[in-house]
């Protein structure tokens, strides 16, 4: 579970994280989240504190903003559906080692930091090295894994990670809703006045 300070209207605490997330991304830096976190450098902003704070979702730890402290943000996702499952995925990192960086397609929403031992579906892919670079990759599960209808993309540090003397896991960024196997599309950026509203 998430441990946050500070208070926060009942409605909003009773909804999940991941909309929280994308409604305090969207009030905090505009339409499109992702060109600020570029500059600023990645990191969630804690949906209770507000902007210096950030949230290292794996630990449910906040702390105030550091641009050293390791950070993945998943900015887009893309699901395609053929002979097989297809699913291309865009992040921010900073401070992880790229070499480090893994994808994870799971059922778990983002309040869980480990979906294995919650009894969630999980599948795990190494991106090539230069995706790994580039802050984009595209899995394809084998044929024999059997995709949840729907699901999340995580891309996360496969190695322990520490920062000024707290454990942060195996830190992760996530795609901010459950996308659809049989073909979908998300992305940090607001698209519409109806994406205001669902995440306001």
Same mark, same amino acid.
């Given at each position: 579970?998430?441990?946050?300070?500070?208070?926060?209207?009942?409605?909003?605490?009773?909804?999940?994280?991941?909309?929280?997330?994308?409604?305090?991304? /969207?009030?905090?830096?505009?339409?499109?989240?992702?060109?600020?976190?570029? *500059?600023?450098?990645?990191?969630?902003? $804690?949906?209770?504190?507000?902007? %210096?704070?950030?949230?290292?979702?794996?630990?449910?730890?906040?702390?105030?903003? %550091?641009?050293?402290?390791? *950070?993945?943000?998943?900015?887009?996702?893309?699901?395609?559906?053929?002979?097989?499952?297809?699913?291309?995925?865009? /992040?921010?990192?900073?401070?992880?080692?790229?070499?480090?960086? /893994?994808?994870?397609?799971?059922?778990?929403?983002?309040?869980?930091?480990?979906?294995?031992?919650?009894?969630?579906?999980?599948?795990?892919?190494?991106?090539?090295?230069?995706?790994? $670079? $580039?802050?984009?990759?595209?899995?394809?599960?084998?044929?024999? /894994?059997?995709?949840?209808?729907?699901?999340?993309?995580?891309?996360?540090? $496969?190695?322990?990670? %520490?920062?000024?003397?707290?454990?942060?896991?195996?830190?992760?960024?996530?795609?901010?809703?459950?996308?659809?196997?049989?073909?979908?599309?998300?992305?940090? *950026?607001?698209?519409?006045?109806?994406?205001?509203?669902?995440?306001?």
């Amino acid at each position: 579970a998430v441990r946050e300070g500070g208070q926060e209207a009942p409605e909003f605490s009773r909804r999940p994280l991941e909309a929280r997330l994308q409604h305090k991304l /969207w009030e905090l830096f505009g339409p499109d989240p992702g060109r600020a976190l570029e *500059a600023e450098g990645p990191h969630y902003p $804690c949906p209770f504190r507000g902007r %210096d704070w950030q949230l290292s979702p794996w630990s449910g730890s906040s702390a105030r903003f %550091d641009p050293l402290r390791p *950070a993945v943000v998943v900015t887009g996702v893309g699901v395609k559906l053929e002979d097989t499952l297809q699913v291309t995925v865009r /992040w921010l990192s900073a401070n992880i080692p790229t070499s480090d960086l /893994w994808v994870r397609l799971t059922d778990a929403p983002p309040i869980i930091s480990e979906p294995g031992p919650a009894g969630h579906i999980h599948y795990d892919a190494r991106p090539l090295s230069s995706e790994q $670079c $580039c802050g984009e990759a595209t899995v394809r599960p084998p044929a024999v /894994w059997r995709a949840p209808a729907q699901f999340f993309v995580r891309v996360y540090s $496969c190695r322990g990670l %520490d920062f000024g003397g707290t454990f942060l896991g195996f830190e992760f960024g996530t795609s901010l809703r459950a996308l659809s196997s049989s073909g979908d599309e998300w992305t940090l *950026a607001r698209a519409s006045a109806a994406d205001a509203q669902a995440g306001g």
